[in-house]
């Protein structure tokens, strides 16, 4: 005979939850097992939303945030999206912590309202996140890479039908007038549009990825592995607090008016970061050649423009990977140089001297580049040593070691921004700087960022402050189940 088991409510209760443990996605629990939201948040945006307005909070801060965050990492494209998958999954409302789903204006209220506490949530994560990065790969962690991008607003002047119809009447007035191939109607057609769009004056008229568009612009900084260290967005707030940025007017020369924009930005986004993280002391800059001048240099290599040091040293960059935007001037009549910057053997302008090493012996410390004749090579000589010989038949020196120059960066920052540009090292490491334009295209893509459907700046700012967050809580999230691939993207744990 079957014995009989008298259930209690205990026991109904428990394995109603079990079966409801079991139920629940695996995503999800692996969430909320590795991240308690509560404690990566500053008491500071806890105490702002939490502050006493006249009637208790609806929704808690948790769970606009989870919401938010969720939204990115499933790639959600609108927020009445996102409220339509709250509203018909149980499972995904229930982590949230939703007892019923928030309209549409409560998420674009909590947006504008608290950008300044987002933004101080990203910058605990970039704090709680450097470790974890520095573990995983030391060296591209300690590097830099600015880029600027820009958030297309939903105007009128981003209909594609706008720009082409300038651009067929420009090139039918060409033809017309017989102009010759040097005539460029896309250039004709920049400088004709409207420098900002009629809705908002801070949507600024931009040439990016080879087309037209008029758009927010906004700067990331990341680290060689693609992870976002820091965020501005460029509205009228932002140049109001950084007066010392010069404003410039646009030409007819798109690739011009973005290389000027973005030279003038990344040195103010630099300071920023070091004063928002002290403890963070990259020593590797990558940018591209609109970066290329002898201010940036001078702040990246030398001085104290981004202040000292927790041991009191002033901070700087040890290399600068920067391309040459213009020729480099011949600074020595002995001989000539390449367009890496490179010492050429004087009698064959063709054939750059080798690069042996660098040192730092002089008493006064500072770095030194050596190049030596390209037709020297080191030989077992009767002494049983061996020697630098030179093997030119026309030699430019009574040297039996060969012609021999010494590069002083501090004096050529352009030609030795602590690394000799044209070398492997330089390839190599240079080939890095994609990184950041892949960071930016994955905020776009996957987060959902590149396509909103607004023109509130301010909705903008916060949107791209969660996309930056969410990417950190992947970094963290890959670390708690010891799977540092996962740490750019989630999305194979979901599938």
Known sequence: MIPYHQMTLADVFTETQEIFEADKPE??????????LSELIPVSFRNHFYASTGRPREYSLTSLLWALIIQRIFSIPTDSLLL????????????????????????????????????????RLVDLTEPILQEIDPEKASMSVFDTTGLEAYVTENNPKYANQKIRQLKAWAKSMGFD?????????????????????????????????????????????GIIRAIEFYDKDYFASHPEIERYKKT????????????????????????????????????????DSIEIYKALLTGDAFGCCPDGKPRIFEKAYIPLRSGLKLTDPDYTINENGIPCCPHDPTLPMKPEGNTSHLRCGL???????????????????????????????NSTCGRMVYLYPEKDLRRCPGVIRGTEEWESTY?????????????????????????????LHADLLLAGITQLITVVVADRIHKPEYFRSLKRLIA
Request: aromatic letters at 12%; charged letters at 30%.
């Open 27 to 36: 995503f999800l629990k692996l969430l909320e097992s590795t991240i308690n």
């Open 84 to 123: 339509t998958f709250l509203e018909y999954s149980k499972d995904l409302r229930e982590f949230c912590g939703f007892a019923k789903v928030p309209d549409a204006s409560k998420i674009t209220r909590f947006k504008q309202e608290f950008i300044d506490d987002l933004q101080m949530f990203f910058d």
């Open 181 to 225: 191939k040097s005539y460029d109607p896309y250039k004709a057609a920049y400088g004709s549009m409207p420098t900002h769009a009629s809705a908002d004056a801070e949507i600024k008229q931009q040439y990016l990825n080879g087309h037209f568009c008029y758009a927010y612009k906004a700067g990331v900084l990341t680290n060689g592995l």
């Open 252 to 291: 007819d020369a798109p690739d011009e008016d973005k290389s000027v924009g973005d030279a003038r930005l990344v040195l103010p986004l630099l300071k920023d970061f070091f004063r928002k993280h002290p403890l963070i002391n990259p020593k590797t800059f990558l940018g591209d050649a609109a970066f």
């Open 367 to 397: 770095k030194t580049f050596k190049f030596v004749c390209p037709k020297m090579s080191w030989d077992k000589c009767e002494d049983g040593r061996y020697h630098r010989i030179c093997h030119c038949e026309d030699p430019c020196t």
């Open 431 to 459: 080939k890095i700087r994609t990184s950041v334009e892949r960071s930016i295209n994955h905020i776009k893509d996957s987060f959902c960022l590149g396509d909103r459907k607004t023109q509130n700046a301010k909705t």
